[in-house]
């Protein structure tokens, strides 16, 4: 398993004004396997919009066990299991209905019908408190060192990860 390390910047003038300990953080910008589908309920009044009902239409799948669409991440259920073992903070979990672009299926027939299970990561955690938090107004996923200690024993293959300074 393979992933991009790079540096992003420095946060220690945020961290001294708060107060906030917190282990180095990395940015996950994962895999775009597909996008949002016609069952999803969001209210686009803000941004990032908040999504009360999550349908993930797959379009492809390189294998990564946490894919995403904005706003929204996905992870295997294995992974789901593993971050709950982990008790790391921040990340909750829902349920996500699940398709398949038929132009994916017909082309991919194999990766399409067999898929893993999947679960809606729900990033709430405090910005430089928490294992998980989501960044604000891009909605970038932000994990701890902790998270990414998990994260890297599954695919990421096709995630950038980018360190915090």
Known sequence: ???????????EDILRSTG???????????????????????????H????????????GWMGDDIV?????????SRLAEAIAAARLSGA???DVVISKDPQFVRFSMEVANNLPAWRWLRPAGEPHASD???????????????????????NLNHAEVVGVE
């Open 132 to 154: 998980f938090w989501q960044q604000r107004p891009d909605g970038r996923l932000v994990v701890s060192e902790r998270s990414l200690d998990v994260l890297r024993r599954f």
């Open 92 to 94: 909750e979990f829902d």
């Open 1 to 11: 398993m393979t992933f991009q390390v790079r540096e992003l910047g420095r946060r």
């Open 68 to 76: 995403e669409s904005f706003p929204c991440f996905i992870v295997t």
């Open 48 to 59: 990032p919009p908040i999504v009360k009902r999550l349908h993930y239409v797959f379009s």
């Open 20 to 46: 906030a300990v917190v282990d180095r953080e990395y940015v996950v910008e994962p895999e775009v396997a597909g996008g949002l589908g016609d069952q999803t309920v969001l209210d686009r009044s803000r």
